[in-house]
């Protein structure tokens, strides 16, 4: 069973940054962590799931969500199992619990999510 941990929230304050990672583990059906779209959500208060950006298992096509375009960076390193979302010029309505997602086919994987509050 895949496993995803994500890390790096907190509070911040408007304008700052923060980079959320997500570490997989428990790759059993012989895929491996670069087979898998990766993408990251979030969750306001009162409000539905978003998708926030996307990176697919070839690292050939990132996406956005407007609301974080030049704002919000997604990337992942092989390697380590792990991807990443670096967010900056942080606004309050960026808080939310962030969520990681693996996806691939049929197989969909999520992470417990971690909080982000932008205030001052």
């Known amino acids: 069973q895949v496993q995803l941990v994500e890390s790096g929230g907190g509070l911040v304050q408007p304008g700052g940054s923060l980079r959320l990672s997500c570490a997989a583990s428990g790759f059993t059906s012989g895929f491996t962590f670069s087979s898998y779209d990766m993408r990251w959500y979030r969750r306001a208060p009162g409000k539905e799931r978003e998708l926030v950006a996307g990176i697919t298992s070839g690292i050939i096509g990132r996406m956005y969500a407007d609301s974080v375009k030049g704002r919000f960076a997604i990337s992942r390193d092989n390697a380590k199992n792990t991807v990443y979302l670096q967010m900056n010029s942080l606004k309050r309505e960026d808080t939310a619990v962030y969520y990681c997602?693996?996806?691939?086919?049929?197989?969909?994987?999520w992470g417990q999510g971690t909080q982000v509050t932008v205030s001052s």
């Open positions: 997602n693996a996806l691939r086919f049929s197989e969909d994987y």
